[in-house]
């Protein structure tokens, strides 16, 4: 399994500022996800971050709004920017690992967000 | 557009009762895992289930996967107030390295 840690783990933020969430593996991973899951709904994947290349987002995410970096195989950040309360979530990193049993995504802690 | 439906959205029901979780998807895969929610948590996994037919069981929980149907069932036997909690399942497509999750289903279990 992987031990995954985010920061900040809660944050009020207001709108029109810009934050960003450390997520950090206790192993190199090849491939990191970034989640957002809005209040009382399920999860959405904002992009597919591969260390050494750009980010891939899903439909409905842009790079402007959602920067994603990935210096090494054990880091990555998603900055929220110019924050709206629409943008009040909780933000999960993840990673896939392979282990005997096959692969599964492990989730961070999660960085909830509120926007005021 | 790739789907993933839970049914039912939300489970109320008593402890010691039986009852079934179920889990629809819309594209190919041989890999569908269920994960655990508490609230104000993040996800726990439960369950990796990695091809038809496949089933597992962890206490009162098991699930199984068949993946002719696109259908995954999270069976709770005798259920218990510490089982409340919201549960997702998610497919990962055969075509790339991408997990969609299902609607959720929230379930409470009265005493």
């Known amino acids: 399994s992987a031990v995954i840690s985010q920061k900040p783990s809660r944050d009020i933020c207001q709108r029109g500022t810009s934050l960003t969430i450390q997520c950090q593996v206790d192993?190199?991973?090849?491939?990191m996800f970034w989640y957002r899951q809005q209040p009382g709904q399920s999860l959405t994947l904002i992009a597919t971050?591969?260390?050494?290349?750009?980010?891939?987002?899903e439909s409905g995410f842009v790079i402007d709004k959602f920067p994603i970096s990935r210096p090494n195989l054990t880091f990555s950040t998603l900055t929220v920017s110019n924050m709206s309360p629409e943008d009040s979530s909780i933000y999960l990193c993840?990673?896939?690992?392979?282990?005997?049993?096959?692969?599964?995504?492990?989730f961070g802690e999660g960085s909830w967000l509120t926007v005021v | 557009e790739l789907k993933v439906e839970q049914n039912p959205l939300f489970l109320s029901m008593q402890e010691g009762k039986n009852y079934t979780i179920y889990c629809n998807y819309s594209t190919t895969s041989d890999r569908l895992y269920w994960y655990r929610q508490d609230p104000g948590k993040s996800l726990e996994s439960l369950f990796v289930?990695?091809?038809?037919?496949a089933v597992k069981q962890e206490g009162r929980l098991m699930a199984s996967l068949d993946t002719k149907a696109r259908l995954s069932t999270l069976h709770i036997t005798a259920a218990v107030h510490d089982l409340s909690a919201t549960y997702f399942c998610a497919v990962d497509t055969n075509t790339g390295n991408q997990f969609y999750f299902g609607t959720g289903t929230s379930l409470t279990v009265i005493p």
């Open positions: 289930l990695l091809s038809n037919g």
């Open positions: 971050a591969n260390q050494g290349s750009e980010a891939t987002y």
């Open positions: 192993s190199q991973v090849t491939m």
């Open positions: 993840s990673v896939e690992f392979w282990g005997q049993a096959g692969n599964t995504i492990y």
